[in-house]
């Protein structure tokens, strides 16, 4: 079975600043794919950024970038120049590559963005 | 990008009677639709897969009798919680992959049910 953690329930950053979310995960799959998922409070689940795990490159989205380290199963999102539109439930998601789009989510992480 | 529609957004029922939440995906085709459930302040929880043309397939502890699942058609699933108790109210989500990718690792969001059950 796969799990995600992560272990962070609550962080905060200052408007304009550099913020990062940490995420592990455990699978004995060699090949899956990785996400980051936002949920502000209106509980719409929105995907912030997609890594394929055969991918060696650091996926990036504007403003939203991971690090990536596969041999220790890390997954973190570094968010740039926070903005208060960025305060979210920001949950870690795994997807095996025979799975479809089973996800299994991470517990969250709830951001805060302060101005 | 894709629209998953879900009906209602928010309900409130009484106990012992039931509820049907819809998923439709409105400019795909979705033969699979996912349904989690999310409490208060967690993470969401895979509650079963729905198969268009066939039996929902339901995650190791969850009564399919409670959680009726039906994939009527390419573009809706429906959840009804039968015989509703307090401790069923949550926060229910469903999804549904666009077949874009390969493999179908995109999907997209309804924006959630809340039912409570008083």
């Known amino acids: 079975a796969q799990t995600v953690t992560q272990s962070q329930p609550e962080m905060s950053v200052q408007e304009a600043e550099t913020v990062t979310l940490s995420c592990t995960y455990d699978t004995s799959e060699s090949n899956y794919y990785l996400f980051w998922y936002k949920q502000p409070p209106s509980r719409q689940m929105i995907l912030v950024i997609r890594?394929?795990?055969?991918?060696?490159q650091n996926a990036t989205e504007n403003r939203f970038s991971v690090n990536f380290q596969k041999a220790a199963k890390s997954f973190s999102l570094k968010i740039s120049d926070s903005q208060l539109g960025d305060t979210a439930m920001y949950f870690c998601?795994?997807?095996?590559?025979?799975?479809?789009?089973?996800?299994?989510f991470g517990e969250g992480t709830q951001l805060t963005v302060n101005p | 990008g894709a629209v998953v529609s879900q009906h209602p957004s928010r309900v409130i029922c009484k106990s012992g009677t039931s509820v049907k939440i819809e998923c439709r995906s409105l400019d795909f085709q979705a033969t699979t639709m996912f349904w989690y459930r999310q409490f208060p302040k967690q993470s969401l929880m895979l509650m079963a897969t729905s198969n268009e043309g066939s039996k929902a397939t339901y995650e190791q502890g969850v009564e399919k009798d409670k959680f009726l699942i039906n994939h009527a058609s390419l573009t809706l699933s429906t959840l009804t919680v039968t015989s509703a108790h307090p401790e069923d109210s949550s926060f229910y989500i469903c999804?549904?992959?666009?077949?874009?990718?390969?493999?179908?690792?995109?999907?997209?969001f309804g924006q959630g049910t809340r039912l409570t059950v008083v």
């Open positions: 998601a795994f997807i095996r590559e025979t799975s479809g789009s089973r996800l299994t």
């Open positions: 999804s549904a992959p666009t077949g874009a990718r390969e493999p179908d690792t995109e999907a997209f």
């Open positions: 890594q394929e795990a055969y991918k060696q």
